[in-house]
């Protein structure tokens, strides 16, 4: 089985769907670059909760959740933002369809997602099992980055002067089990930061070899 390689960054549209099918909350993670990538080259892992939810991404997450007719479920739908023009899918940005998972995404992304907006995605979750809505409300938005960094690797800081470098926003570090390590790295840096500059020179500091 062939299929056309996409060159484009995998998106998502997560968000928690209420017992009449309106969207009690909704978010979306961006992974720059290639999964596969990661995974066969062993590079660090890298993706962040939005800030913001732009409205393309919203108009195409909400148009898949009418299609499967979703209710009373906690999705995660994934997207690639194209990175170059390709026939017969699009142009440089636009998004084509990739998964449609009836779940949450996995990994740390519902905590994340907590970080990122000031809420508590599990209470809703529960209200919305309970009660098929919920009364809780977002807060303060910010991006939440996560880094998974690779043992073995001679990085120009350690894994303490990064804490120390960053100690207002990191919320979490971690090892992570040897059965998440191949998708997720070995050590796990959670942070919030309310641009994407920072994310970005966060990512740098985190990659970065001697």
Avoid at 50 to 63: D, H, I, M, Q, Y
Avoid at 84 to 105: F, T, V, W, Y
């Amino acid at each position: 089985i062939m299929e056309e390689y996409v060159f484009g960054d995998i998106i998502s549209y997560d968000a928690i769907i209420g017992g009449s099918g309106e969207v009690l909350f909704e978010t979306g993670n961006v992974t720059p670059g290639s999964i596969m990538d990661i995974v066969n080259e062993q590079k660090e892992t890298a993706y962040y909760i939005r800030k913001e939810l732009p409205e393309n991404v919203r108009a195409a997450g909400r148009a898949a959740v009418k299609s499967f007719g979703v209710k009373s479920r906690f999705i995660h739908f994934e997207f690639f933002c194209l990175t170059k023009d390709q026939s017969h899918l699009g142009k440089k940005g636009d998004i084509a369809a990739l998964e449609a998972n009836m779940r949450p995404s996995g990994g740390f992304s519902t905590d994340m997602m907590n970080f990122a907006h000031s809420t508590d995605v599990y209470k809703i979750w529960a209200d919305m099992v309970s009660f098929g809505r919920t009364d809780i409300k977002p807060g303060k938005h910010a991006f939440c980055a996560f880094l998974g960094r690779r043992d073995g690797r001679d990085y120009v800081y350690s894994d303490d002067e990064i804490r120390e470098k960053y100690p207002e926003q990191i919320r979490l570090m971690q090892r992570m089990p040897d059965a998440l390590s191949d998708d997720m790295g070995n050590r796990a840096f959670l942070a919030v930061f309310d641009t994407l500059e920072e994310v970005n020179g966060f990512f740098e500091d985190c990659t970065k070899r001697v």
